[in-house]
C-alpha cells in the first residue's frame, strides 16, 4: 500500500529541547515537503527536497532544519523548539513527473505541542 | 505570490443535499488539487485536475483554467462528508510547492 508514514502522530515537549519528526514514503518518490497548518494560516511549505541530497527553503523555513540521506526519508529537525512552533505538521511525498497525474500524497499529521 | 481564494468559509447542509465550492487563484497554475481534511485531521487526496472535469462517486470538479477558477461538487451529501476541503495550487514555473487556500469548512447534520 502506497503510504506516507509520519512519528511521532503526538508530541508534546518543553522549549529547547531538541526533538525530530521523522517521515517515510514507500513510492519510491523524488520530492518530498514538509507543511504547518495553523487556525487561520492555512497550510503552509516549511522545506521541500527534490532528491537525495537536495532541499531548499519554503515560506516558513525558520526554527527548521531538515535533511535528504535516503530517497524514502525526510526527517523535520527543531533544534531549540518554541511555543509558536506549536502547529499540526504534515509531510507530504510525490513523483516529479507531473505527466502522469501524480497528485501530492500526505501524511497523517503530527500534532506538536510546545510548552 | 499566487492567491487562493475558497468560498463559502462556512457550509452546513442537510444530509441529501448538494453543494458547490469555489476556489479561484489569481495566476495560471500547473497543478490544482482538492483536498479533504477529516474531523481527525487527515488530508485525503479528492482529486487531481488542472483542467477539465472529472467524477468520483458523488464529487465531481471542474477546473475552468482559463478564468481561474476551479469547482468541486458534492451531491447527496452525508455526515461522513463533514470537514475542511481545500483547494491548493501549483504555479507555472516548477515552484515544487502547493499553495492551499483557507479552505471550506462542510458541517452536514443528519
Known amino acids: 500500500e502506497a503510504q506516507v508514514t509520519q512519528n511521532p502522530r503526538y508530541l508534546i515537549t518543553v522549549t529547547g529541547k531538541k526533538l525530530t519528526v521523522t517521515c517515510s514514503q514507500n513510492m519510491n518518490h523524488e520530492y518530498m515537503s514538509w507543511y504547518r497548518q495553523d487556525p487561520g494560516l492555512g497550510l503552509r511549505q516549511i522545506y521541500y527536497s527534490m532528491n537525495v541530497e537536495v532541499t531548499d527553503k519554503g515560506d516558513v523555513p525558520e526554527g527548521y532544519k531538515v535533511s535528504r540521506k535516503e530517497k524514502r526519508n525526510f526527517p523535520l529537525i527543531l533544534e531549540s523548539p518554541s511555543p509558536n512552533q506549536t502547529s499540526l505538521y504534515f509531510c507530504?511525498?510525490?513523483?516529479?513527473?507531473?505527466?502522469?497525474?501524480?497528485?501530492?500524497?500526505f501524511g497523517p499529521g503530527t500534532r506538536l505541542l510546545v510548552l | 505570490g499566487i492567491q487562493v481564494e475558497q468560498s463559502p468559509p462556512d457550509l452546513i447542509l442537510q444530509e441529501g443535499a448538494n453543494s458547490t465550492l469555489r476556489c479561484n487563484f489569481s495566476?495560471?497554475?500547473?497543478?490544482l488539487q482538492w483536498f479533504h481534511q477529516n474531523p481527525w485531521g487527515q488530508l485525503i487526496n479528492l482529486f487531481y485536475i488542472p483542467s477539465g472535469t472529472k467524477q468520483n462517486g458523488r464529487l465531481s470538479a471542474t477546473t475552468v483554467a482559463t478564468e481561474r477558477y476551479s469547482l468541486l461538487y458534492i451531491s447527496s451529501s452525508q455526515t461522513t462528508d463533514s470537514g475542511v476541503y481545500f483547494c491548493a495550487v501549483e504555479t507555472q514555473g516548477g515552484s515544487e510547492k502547493l499553495v492551499f487556500g483557507k479552505g471550506t469548512k462542510l458541517t452536514v447534520n443528519p
Open positions: 507530504a511525498s510525490r513523483s516529479r513527473d507531473w505527466g502522469y497525474q501524480e497528485t501530492q500524497y
Open positions: 495566476d495560471s497554475v500547473n497543478n
